[in-house]
Nanobody
């Protein structure tokens, strides 16, 4: 069992930056690939970024590539999402998730989810 808790969301102006954190419980954190997803009002949840357990593989949605960076610190049981050059269309609830697969972009393949943290980008 893995419990995930996101933090770091908030209100930021367009062009600004935020760093989201996701803390995980359990001693097996390093065995899970981690992902970030987001859901905007009235829209479906969408993939943002993912990182393998070994940190050697990262994946990004085209909409955030070059602006967002996913990273993890297995010693701290934490995964991060650094978000730069934020745009109003990045406004959403951001969720972190854990999967026992090597890495996957599909939300259906993730086993554990956090409660989400709201990011609001004003224009």
């Amino acid at each position: 069992q893995v419990q995930l808790v996101e933090s770091g969301g908030g209100l930021v102006q367009a062009g600004g930056s935020l760093r989201l954190s996701c803390g995980a419980s359990g001693r097996t954190f390093g065995r899970y690939a981690m992902g970030w997803f987001r859901q905007a009002p009235g829209k479906e949840r969408e993939f943002v970024a993912a990182i393998s357990w070994s940190v050697s593989n990262t994946y990004y949605a085209d909409s955030v590539k070059g602006r967002f960076t996913i990273s993890r610190d297995n010693a701290k049981n934490t995964v991060y999402l650094q978000m730069n050059s934020l745009k109003p269309e990045d406004t959403a609830v951001y969720y972190c998730a854990a999967t026992s697969l090597f890495v996957t972009l599909r939300s259906i393949n993730y086993d554990y989810w956090g409660q989400g943290t709201l990011v609001t980008v004003s224009s």
